[in-house]
Each structure stands twice: as structure tokens, then as C-alpha cells.
């Protein structure tokens, strides 16, 4: 069961991020802020759900939503600052595109760092116990997903529209035929034999 709220506060936002442990594609994350009231079937952390609802869920939450936005962290940004401080990046961005702006911050996971002096807490699988989080989850996935099927057109050979990024054998496997591309993140183990991988 999924609760409306987690503090006091009127104007409460909940985010999270998509794409973490990818080798290649952006880290993805999304922040939104629900109406009281807010309903809706199925919702859960998107990693409970299928693409297929997701897609459902996508537009529901985006016509319900008092406002969201969504944010890409390339892999450049991600190699020069780290996954960890890219994900909480993307997140901040996300929150100071919202209008109105959130007067409490609820984050999937247990890092964050201060944005704009509001008020947060971090919540550990936020994504299956609140409906802002779970939300925000399901955004960024879906745009994630949608952004890895576009740079797919470019690099077919990867095949990103069926592994979006994740280190699959498959996708090892062509990093180390064809090499890496710029939307691969070259400070992440693209190989389990990294030794021998030539830049």
C-alpha cells in the first residue's frame, strides 16, 4: 500500500532516478509533486511493473500531476563527477524546474545533498512505499527507455532498445567488438577484463 504523504508540509515532491548501474546512456531522473487525492491503479516502483504498464502509467501520472520534470545527466558529466553525485545532480534539477516549487523533498534511496535550503528526507525503497516517489520512478524509467531507443537507431549494434544501457553479456560482447561509443560512460568497468580493453 502506497502512502499520499511522508511530512507536514503542503507542497510535497518526490524523486527519483533511472540508470544507475547502465554502462552507456545518461542517468535519468525525475521529481513530482501529486495532487491530495491523487489515485491510481497499479502504481508501484517501476521496477515491479512491466514496460507495458509503465507505458500505461506514463501519461496517466503526467495528466494527474500537479507538475513534474524530467532531466538527462550525460555520460560526460557522469565520468567527470561520479555516478553517485550525477544521480543526486539530475535530482536537483529535476526539483528546481518545479513550479510550484516543493516546500519538502522525499528521495528514493538513502543519499541526497541540499538543494535551495528544502527541507528532504531520504527514504530506502521509497519507490514501493510512497506515490510521489513511485511516480517519479516510472518517469524517468520511461524517459530513460525512450532516450536509449532513439541512440539505438544510431548505434544499432549495442542493441540498447532491448538492454537500455545495463551490462548484459550481449552488450559486453559488442562493446568488445566494436569498441565504445560516446554515450558510454569510460569510467564505469565496461569489461570484466578492463586490463585488456584498448581505448
Not at 101 to 130: A, E, L
Not at 150 to 165: L, R, S, V
Request: glycine share 6%.
Amino acid at each position: 500500500m502506497l502512502h499520499f504523504r511522508f511530512s507536514d508540509f503542503d507542497i510535497e515532491c518526490g524523486t527519483d532516478e533511472a540508470g544507475r548501474g547502465c554502462l552507456a546512456g545518461p542517468v535519468t531522473a525525475a521529481a513530482i509533486i501529486l495532487p491530495e487525492g491523487f489515485e491510481l491503479g497499479l502504481l508501484n516502483d517501476s521496477k515491479q511493473l512491466s514496460e507495458k504498464i509503465r507505458e500505461q502509467l506514463k501519461p496517466l501520472i503526467e495528466e494527474k500531476a500537479i507538475c513534474f520534470s524530467v532531466t538527462h545527466l550525460e555520460p560526460k558529466i557522469i565520468d567527470e563527477i561520479n555516478i553517485l553525485n550525477a544521480s543526486i545532480k539530475a535530482m536537483q534539477e529535476c526539483i528546481t524546474k518545479l513550479n510550484p516549487i516543493p516546500n519538502y523533498i522525499i528521495v528514493d534511496g538513502n543519499r541526497f545533498k541540499p538543494i535551495n535550503d528544502i527541507p528532504y528526507s531520504t527514504i530506502i525503497k521509497g519507490d514501493s512505499k510512497f506515490m510521489s516517489i513511485a511516480a517519479a520512478s516510472i518517469l524517468a524509467k520511461t524517459y530513460r527507455d525512450e532516450y536509449m531507443n532513439t541512440i539505438h537507431e544510431e548505434f544499432p549494434m549495442y542493441n540498447w532498445k532491448q538492454n537500455k544501457g545495463y551490462p548484459t553479456t550481449e552488450h559486453r560482447e559488442a562493446i568488445r567488438k566494436y569498441g565504445t561509443t560516446k554515450y558510454h560512460r569510460m569510467s564505469f568497468r565496461l569489461l570484466p577484463d578492463q586490463l585488456e580493453f584498448e581505448f
